[in-house]
């Protein structure tokens, strides 16, 4: 069991601070199925004609994890929440590409719940795992191909080093169609009842494990 350890700095500032998890082994990562893209695509066609009328800031997950940034001396109107991203784009009208099972599961259920959801590689993650803020030594190559600095910025790290965050993931523990173990990490708004983000988890845990197979454990670290 991979130990989840929420870092005092951020403890301090949100006491109700809490990090949901599941973990994956022996799953199958390939092109979405059928059932997966249609439901994929439906979505964002709604969530695109919701968002003509509908200001990103009157989603309450959105508006806390923007508070969240602020509180951390993130300015996120230039370091924007990987959720905010998605709704920002489709409100655009621009629909997100089809990437694999894994990354398009967890689109799917970032936009659903409005929060930041990062999947990783397990195998390419080495020892404990801690959500921290960072400092000016904190950084990776982002998924985006752009170096990302976390300084004043919350991230997540394990022996190595930084290798993900609420705002874009690391190339290093990126999830490809070869990945047989994973972590998928929920940025759960501090505000939302801890019954409530298990349920939240649970129910992400389950739909994934459906597509993907293998063997799945999830909880929340708080």
Known sequence: MTNITLAPSIKEFYPDFKVGYAIYHNIVVEKSPQMVRGRFQFYQETMMMDLEQT?????????????????FGTDPARYRPSSESL???????????????AADINNLLSLQYKIPIGIYDLDQIK????????????????????????NHKIHTLDQKGAFGSPIVDSKRTAVTENTTNAIQLFYLQPSLPLSEGIKLVKASAEMFHQIHGGTVQHGVSS
Not at 55 to 71: C, D, G, M, Q
Not at 127 to 141: A, C, L, P, Q
């Open 55 to 71: 200001e990103l800031n009157s989603f309450p997950a959105v508006s806390e994890w923007r508070s969240i940034f602020k509180t």
């Open 87 to 101: 709704l920002r784009r489709l409100k655009k009208g621009n629909s997100i590409p089809l990437v694999h099972s």
């Open 127 to 150: 020892g404990e795992i801690t959500v921290d803020i960072g400092n000016d030594h904190s950084s990776y190559e982002g998924l985006n191909g752009r170096e990302v600095f976390f």
